[in-house]
């Protein structure tokens, strides 16, 4: 079973959304992490730098691929795009 907040996930859901938008790392409400688990059905709350708050205020990790391809670079749909097709390029390598 795929994990429901993985790569191949986030690339399928990213192909969906306006690739000009603009997300903010910064705030959870607008955050594209914080976008894609809602849409994947994660009883996300609120997240913090590493982390992710559930309804129930259970912690827990965000994956670090997932939290690099939001912070890094162009903080739009378009640029993490790019960014998670090249994450998937490199898994098929190793």
């Given at each position: ?20 938008k ?5 705030n ?58 090249e ?8």
């Amino acid at each position: 079973m795929r994990n429901p907040v993985g790569l191949e996930n986030l690339e399928t859901w990213l192909k969906k959304q306006p690739l000009g938008k603009q997300y903010c790392y910064g705030n959870s409400g607008t955050c594209l992490l914080h976008q894609f688990y809602s849409a994947m059905g994660m009883p996300i709350q609120k997240m913090f730098g590493h982390e992710w708050h559930d309804i129930t205020d259970g912690v827990h990790d965000l994956d670090p691929i997932l939290n690099k391809i939001a912070i890094d670079g162009i903080r739009s749909f378009g640029g993490a795009l790019i960014r998670t097709q090249e994450a998937i390029k490199r898994q098929k390598i190793s």
